[in-house]
Nanobody
Framework: QVQLVESGGGLVQAGDSLRLSCVAS????????VAWFRQAPGKERESVAAISRGGGNRYYADSVKGRFTISRDNAKNTLYLQMNSLKPEDTAVYYCAAKAFSALDIPYPQGPYDYWGQGTQVTVSS
């Protein structure tokens, strides 16, 4: 079992930046591929970014490519999402997720994921 706790969300204006963090506890963080998802009101949850267990490979949704950066610090058991040039359409609850039994160099943008955090709200005003 691994527990995930997100933080860093908030209310910002268009063009601003935020950095989300997801701290993992319970099992060895480096043993999991991890990812960020988001869900806006009335919409389905979507994959935003994913990173391989070893950190060497990443995936980004087209809508965030060039603006968001996913990274992980296995020594700190923490996953990050640096979000720059935020847009109102980035408004959503952001979730981190962890996948057990993952290959070292493969990100898993679609999962399936075994563990989820509780989410952190990001609101971008125009």
């Amino acid at each position: 079992q691994v527990q995930l706790v997100e933080s860093g969300g908030g209310l910002v204006q268009a063009g601003d930046s935020l950095r989300l963090s997801c701290v993992a506890s319970g099992r060895t963080f480096s043993g999991y591929a991890v990812a960020w998802f988001r869900q806006a009101p009335g919409k389905e949850r979507e994959s935003v970014a994913a990173i391989s267990r070893g950190g060497g490979n990443r995936y980004y949704a087209d809508s965030v490519k060039g603006r968001f950066t996913i990274s992980r610090d296995n020594a700190k058991n923490t996953l990050y999402l640096q979000m720059n040039s935020l847009k109102p359409e980035d408004t959503a609850v952001y979730y981190c997720a962890a996948k057990a039994f993952s290959a070292l160099d493969i990100p898993y943008p679609q999962g399936p994921y075994d563990y989820w955090g509780q989410g952190t709200q990001v609101t971008v005003s125009s």
